[in-house]
């Protein structure tokens, strides 16, 4: 199982960027996809997930209405489009995987994990 996220990097208060994930090793279609991320000194916080079938999403309190996900079935890929950035978004992004339908905001529920994208906000 491998998850490869990009499309981290640094750019100014009120910008945009979209992360990518791409998968191999598991059944992408059939696992309920995670976005989050981890600030210095931080917890782990939940960002997004969406469900197999991408019927379904879930934001964190505070990126919903800047943040959306989405995925490429075909592609085995799940996005993290950003928009109107801010300093507190700046954190190491982090995607991961479950099997089945169900979100979560735990990432204990989650088994399989990407190595991150560095996302700076500069203000």
């Known amino acids: 199982v491998q998850l490869q996220a990009s499309g981290g990097g640094l750019v100014q208060t009120g910008g945009s960027l979209n992360l990518s994930c791409t998968t191999s090793?598991?059944?992408?279609?059939?696992?309920?996809m995670g976005w989050f991320r981890q600030a210095p000194g931080k917890e782990r916080e939940f960002v997004s997930a969406?469900?197999?079938?991408?019927?379904?999403?879930y934001y964190g309190d505070s990126v919903k209405g800047r943040f959306a996900i989405s995925r490429d079935d075909a592609k085995n890929t799940v996005y993290l489009q950003m928009n109107a950035l801010k300093p507190e978004d700046t954190a190491v992004y982090y995607c991961?995987?479950?099997?089945?339908?169900?979100?979560?905001?735990?990432?204990?529920?989650?088994?399989?994990w990407g190595q991150g994208t560095q996302v700076t906000v500069s203000s």
């Open positions: 090793g598991f059944t992408f279609s059939s696992h309920a």
């Open positions: 991961a995987a479950r099997d089945g339908s169900i979100m979560y905001q735990s990432p204990s529920r989650y088994p399989y």
């Open positions: 969406i469900s197999w079938s991408g019927l379904s999403t």
